[in-house]
């Protein structure tokens, strides 16, 4: 599990690069009457035309949009709930540059990988519920507050002290 998940991070990482190319490309030549009509002219005040990701909205990339709490139940809905929204994102872009090509086409691309990698992170949550003690239906890492075996009761936990 843990190559899987630093593959799709390093997958992720590329796509953040691929994205910020395109930003590059398509405001590298921009007129100062182009900045300013395009409405691009309060982040070329802060940044120039330099890339700086941040959210449509101006809200700048953080470590806060990443989510851990340490249970592979938890952050595996996390990274399941991430990899929608960043497709719902690229189906918004698309909505908006479907006549140019040359950024349609690498957003398409992009989208096409975080429907995999949604994929992935729905085979390895059936794969951790799968062993999961059966009478577990709440679907919590039972690790944490019962330290031995999941498939013991509270009988057995108190007999052996665990």
Not at 16 to 43: C, N, R, W
Not at 125 to 149: G, H, I, M, T
Request: glycine residues 6%; hydrophobic residues 35%.
């Amino acid at each position: 599990m843990r190559n899987f998940g630093t593959d799709i991070g390093t997958e992720e990482l590329a796509h953040l690069e691929m994205v910020s190319t395109m930003v590059h490309q398509l405001t590298a030549d921009l007129s100062m009457e182009e900045i300013e009509k395009s409405g691009f002219a309060p982040y070329y005040v802060d940044h120039t035309v330099g890339v700086w990701p941040q959210a449509a909205g101006g809200i700048p990339f953080n470590a806060c949009e990443f989510q851990s709490k340490g249970d592979p139940i938890t952050d595996l809905f996390e990274s399941l709930a991430a990899e929608q929204k960043a497709r719902s994102t690229y189906d918004n872009i698309l909505r908006v540059v479907k006549d140019i090509p040359e950024v349609a086409d690498p957003i398409r691309f992009l989208r096409a990988r975080e429907i995999v990698h949604f994929q992935r992170f729905g085979e390895a949550l059936r794969s951790v519920q799968e062993q999961l003690d059966s009478k577990n239906f709440y679907a919590f890492n039972p690790s944490f507050d019962a330290p031995c075996d999941a498939s013991c009761d509270g009988q057995d936990c108190r007999r052996n002290n665990c």
